[in-house]
């Protein structure tokens, strides 16, 4: 039913920047709120982002706030996240996940996308 699948990770330099995609299908009644979250070994998984169904609410983690942006075409059924400025302590796997609202957009995932980056 519902899928959510990501791309645009990979290995970039610190400094460098990338854009994740989180391209979702199967939703029955109308959008769904959509986060980024992020996960590194040793560490508790972190959200970094989030944006409500129609874009009008944006949440981003203090971590990344000022570097990444979180924005959506529903047009297309896809979640963007723009990643500048990236450091060494941005890597790990980041997933996007869907919800009602920002606060449960943990109910359906994504298998996730690895972003290295190297100093």
């Known amino acids: 039913e519902v899928q959510l699948v990501e791309s645009g990770g990979g290995l970039v330099q610190a400094g460098g920047s990338l854009r994740l995609s989180c391209a979702y299908s199967?939703?029955?009644?109308?959008?769904?709120?959509i986060a980024w979250f992020r996960q590194a070994p040793g560490k508790e998984r972190e959200r970094v982002s989030c944006i409500s169904s129609s874009g009008g609410s944006i949440y981003y983690a203090d971590s990344v706030k000022g570097r990444f942006t979180i924005s959506r075409d529903n047009a297309k059924n896809t979640v963007y996240l723009q990643m500048n400025s990236l450091k060494s302590e941005d890597t790990a796997v980041y997933l996007c996940?869907?919800?009602?609202?920002?606060?449960?957009?943990?109910?359906?995932w994504g298998q996730g996308t690895q972003v290295t980056v190297s100093s």
């Open positions: 199967g939703f029955t009644f109308d959008n769904y709120a």
């Open positions: 996940a869907a919800g009602y609202i920002c606060p449960r957009a943990t109910r359906y």
